[in-house]
């Protein structure tokens, strides 16, 4: 019966353990249960639709637009296109935030992304992300692989 009781144990822990480090918020910015910029949009209700363009127009590492205004409480799906001959991303989250996990990121640049807040795109292909901006404040949105934001690729969001 001891045995029977001590290998339960060993499972519960093992169990807790294991679901602990899924719940967890891993690298940098990953898996987080809060964003920064407010929270993944419902893809169900309306939102108001933002172009992004990106790529490297002129040697230029480039998000167009560059800067956009967006309504505390308001909905967006950012329509994304990569027009470039390179991989890019869009990172949404605070400069601070974007900054650590551009650190990870030298570190493994191709770190997978599967958080709502980002989304990385071959060369000339498209993706989305709705996005509720619950917060005000300023966010940005930044290509976090290595030389991208340097080369500047970066874009302001201004939540009023």
Known sequence: MKALH????????TMLLSASA??????AGHHDETYSAGEPGDTTKPARIIQVTMGEPDGKM???PAKIEVKKGEQVK???RN????????ILATTAENLKHAEAMK????????????????????GEIVWKFTKSGTFE???????????GM???VVVK
């Open 6 to 13: 001590r290998t339960g144990v060993v499972l519960c822990a």
């Open 22 to 27: 899924w719940a967890g918020p891993g690298p």
């Open 62 to 64: 480039t998000f167009i």
């Open 78 to 80: 950012f329509m994304l």
């Open 83 to 90: 027009n470039g001959e390179l991989e890019h991303e869009f």
């Open 107 to 126: 570190k493994n640049p191709d770190m997978e992304h599967d958080d709502p807040n980002g989304i990385r795109l071959a060369p000339k292909k498209t």
């Open 141 to 151: 949105y930044s290509c976090l692989i290595p030389g991208h934001r340097e080369a």
């Open 154 to 156: 970066i874009g302001t």
